[in-house]
């Protein structure tokens, strides 16, 4: 069960993450579990008036989201904290969609993150690797398809700025057969 309510803690931040702040009528006698149906609309997740205000208590505990009260309703929303704990569980359920067509064009991304900086480093490169990029050299990756959106979200995690991370868009690689290879291209 606490595996359970771990992943609904995860689930609660990422959805505040994403929704920004939720609010419910303080005078429900039902508080708790209007708020998570809120959230969690269309999932088959069951869980007592209890064991909500518990996970919700252990989230307020942690400092990681905050109520404010506000006439006749309550708004949870994230603090700093809970944004960048939320930020870890988006970053570790990113994928990139894959087109069904290749616009022929890689997505070069280059970045330099110092030595003093090695477990942040290797993190972004593990990163890279788990989304699937091709590294040609350690701080040079390669993937064909649009990941715009997703390398800003990773550059924002790792709070990396345009002069530490640069993405380019290149019709053309030298020998990219290799490249195309590894892609199924």
Same mark, same amino acid.
């Not at 992943?7 to 609010?23: D, M, P, V």
């Not at 993937?143 to 002069?163: G, H, M, Q, S, T």
């Given at each position: 069960m606490a595996r359970?309510?771990?992943?609904?803690?995860?689930?609660?931040?990422?959805?505040?993450?994403?929704?920004?702040?939720?609010?419910?009528?303080a005078q429900s006698p039902y508080f708790w579990l209007n708020f998570y149906k809120a959230i969690f609309s269309g999932k088959k997740i069951r869980f007592d008036e209890k064991q909500v205000s518990d996970i919700f208590r252990y989230l307020k505990n942690k400092k990681l989201i905050i109520f404010e009260k506000k006439g006749n309703q309550i708004y949870i929303r994230l603090t700093k904290e809970g944004e960048k704990e939320a930020g870890k569980y988006q970053i570790n359920k990113l994928k990139i969609k894959t087109p069904q067509r290749w616009d022929k064009k890689w997505r070069v991304i280059i970045f330099d993150i110092p030595e003093k900086e090695r477990i942040r480093r290797n993190a972004f490169r593990g990163k890279l690797k788990e989304l699937g990029f091709y590294s040609l050299q350690k701080s040079v990756w390669v993937?064909?398809?649009?990941?715009?959106?997703?390398? *800003? %979200?990773?550059?924002?995690?790792? *709070? %990396?700025?345009?002069?530490n991370l640069m993405v380019l868009e290149v019709s053309k690689i030298e020998g990219d057969k290799f490249l195309k290879k590894a892609f199924n291209l």
């Open positions: 359970v309510k771990g992943t609904i803690s995860q689930e609660i931040l990422r959805k505040l993450l994403l929704g920004g702040a939720y609010f419910v009528a993937y064909p398809y649009p990941c715009e959106n997703e390398i *800003n %979200l990773l550059r924002e995690f790792f *709070n %990396l700025d345009k002069r």
